[in-house]
T-cell receptor, first 110, second 114 residues
Framework: DAGITQSPRHKVTETGTPVTLRCHQT?????MYWYRQDPGHGLRLIHY???????DKGEVSDGYSVSRSKTEDFLLTLESATSSQTSVYFC?????????FGPGTRLLVL | KQEVTQIPAALSVPEGENLVLNCSFT??????LQWFRQDPGKGLTSLLL?????REQTSGRLNASLDKSSGRSTLYIAASQPGDSATYLC?????????????FGSGTQLTVLP
């Protein structure tokens, strides 16, 4: 594994509550990514970061925000969770050649 | 917008068979293409990466090919084993943009029967 941890690994929450997922890396990579994985859709990019305080939107960014105050941490926040955000969330690090993925967080929004 | 398709969605073969997984993409302006393996409940593990200028890459029993002009890649697995059972994902990396974003297919779920 490329030194990527995600927390929590599993979470159950209720509609309308805010949720924050954390990705932590020990590899000092500049780029970090958040994806969601749903049946029939593969992985889709939510947001990515190209440095401390530098972030940009991906394909499915609505309803999500991110923050990166340190190189090693990239936070994903669901501002007001909805049932459609039930998914498996993966963090990745890397650059223009390849990416390394974390173990994932399973989120269930009731 | 890049679209990546993997066919079939699921495949079941007896142990020892050689097999081919297919990946197609709509925009040939790619930087590279990567094949990943995903075990149930786990993250993704990179298997092979092919640069846009390359035609194929090999690692052990795995061989991946790339035909950029036709928008196709194949992953060939020789002498399949039950331990090869997993979901295989194809992803293409954009040829532009600072992050060179990855676009994934939805995967092929492979089961190798003992």
């Amino acid at each position: 594994d490329a030194g990527i941890t995600q927390s929590p690994r599993h979470k159950v929450t209720e509609t309308g509550t805010p949720v924050t997922l954390r990705c932590h890396q020990t590899e000092n990579h500049r780029y970090m990514y958040w994806y969601r994985q749903d049946p029939g859709h593969g992985l889709r990019l939510i947001h990515y970061s190209y440095g401390v305080k530098d972030t940009d939107k991906g394909e499915v960014s609505d309803g999500y925000s991110v923050s990166r105050s340190k190189t090693e941490d990239f936070l994903l926040t669901l501002e007001s969770a909805t049932s459609s955000q039930t998914s498996v969330y993966f963090c990745a690090i890397g650059g223009q050649e390849t990416q390394y993925f974390g173990p994932g967080t399973r989120l269930l929004v009731l | 917008k890049q679209e990546v398709t993997q066919i079939p969605a699921a495949l079941s073969v007896p142990e020892g068979e050689n097999l081919v997984l297919n990946c197609s993409f709509t925009d040939s302006a790619i930087y590279n293409l990567q094949w990943f393996r995903q075990d149930p409940g786990k993250g993704l593990t990179s298997l092979l990466l092919i640069q846009s200028s390359q035609r194929e890459q090999t690692s052990g029993r795995l061989n991946a090919s790339l035909d950029k002009s036709s928008g196709r890649s194949t992953l060939y697995i020789a002498a399949s084993q039950p331990g090869d059972s997993a979901t295989y994902l194809c992803a293409v990396r954009a040829d532009s943009g600072s992050a060179r974003q990855l676009t994934f297919g939805s995967g092929t779920q492979l089961t190798v029967l003992p």
